[in-house]
């Protein structure tokens, strides 16, 4: 069955770099695209960015460019997020999310997510 | 850039009535519509797909509608899972935007 397990909770400060991993098993890795979304505590969702784990072509908002990078590891099956300059409104829940194979399919499989706190 | 205004922003309703959610896109977007459910302390959860189309196992209470910039989003009779926050989402060309959200709460 497809799974996306996601590393543990993070608490890092004001300024300083995070990365977040997602593993990806029960289905071929490179054939999908892979999307981040993140929720701050009691808000909505918002994206992060998206890459082809095929080609690791990648796309993010704006709002996030340069500070978003997004990886893959075929090798590992897993997906990688890391945002830098980090502020205290990235306090987020951060998903990772399976790009549906179908046309105009969603987002069909999620992690659990993964809690980055910036904090002094 | 596409904007999703969801309505309205909190639901309450009883269990056995039924709900309806409204989407409205800022422009035309076809049917490039999802739609998901949110239960507090939990991911996300895809219910569906293509403006209209139910994924595998979703009950078939869940139903959507629409195309172009109004969409509808209907539970036909509310059961107790089902209250939770829904949002609807437009994803093409590998870019994607969420609406703020609608909680369907319990009256």
């Known amino acids: 069955q497809v799974q996306l397990v996601q590393s543990g909770a993070e608490m890092k400060k004001p300024g300083a770099s995070v990365k977040v991993s997602c593993k990806a098993s029960?289905?071929?890795?490179?054939?999908?695209?892979m999307y981040w979304v993140r929720q701050a505590p009691g808000q909505g969702l918002e994206w992060v960015g998206w890459?082809?784990?095929?080609?690791?072509?990648?796309e993010y908002p704006q709002k996030f460019q340069g500070r978003v990078t997004i990886t893959r590891d075929t090798s590992a099956n897993t997906a990688y997020m890391e945002l830098s300059s980090l502020r205290s409104a990235d306090t987020a829940v951060y998903y990772c999310?399976?790009?549906?194979?179908?046309?105009?399919?969603?987002?069909?499989?999620w992690g659990r997510g993964t809690l980055v706190t910036v904090s002094s | 850039e596409i904007i999703l205004t969801q309505s309205p922003a909190t639901l309450s309703l009883s269990p056995g009535e039924r709900a309806t959610l409204s989407c409205r896109a800022s422009?035309?977007?076809?049917?490039?519509l999802a739609w998901y459910q949110q239960r507090p302390g939990q991911a996300p959860r895809l219910l569906i797909y293509?403006?209209?189309n139910r994924v595998t196992g979703i009950p078939d209470r869940f139903s959507a509608s629409g195309s172009g910039t109004d969409f509808t989003f209907t539970i036909s009779s509310l059961e107790p899972e089902d209250f939770a926050v829904y949002y609807c989402?437009?994803?093409?060309?590998?870019?994607?935007?969420f609406g703020q959200g609608t909680r369907l709460e319990i009256k």
């Open positions: 999310a399976r790009d549906s194979i179908k046309p105009r399919g969603g987002l069909d499989f």
């Open positions: 029960g289905y071929a890795f490179s054939a999908y695209g």
């Open positions: 890459i082809n784990a095929g080609n690791g072509n990648t």
């Open positions: 422009q035309s977007i076809s049917t490039y």
């Open positions: 293509d403006a209209s």
């Open positions: 989402q437009y994803i093409s060309n590998w870019r994607t935007t």
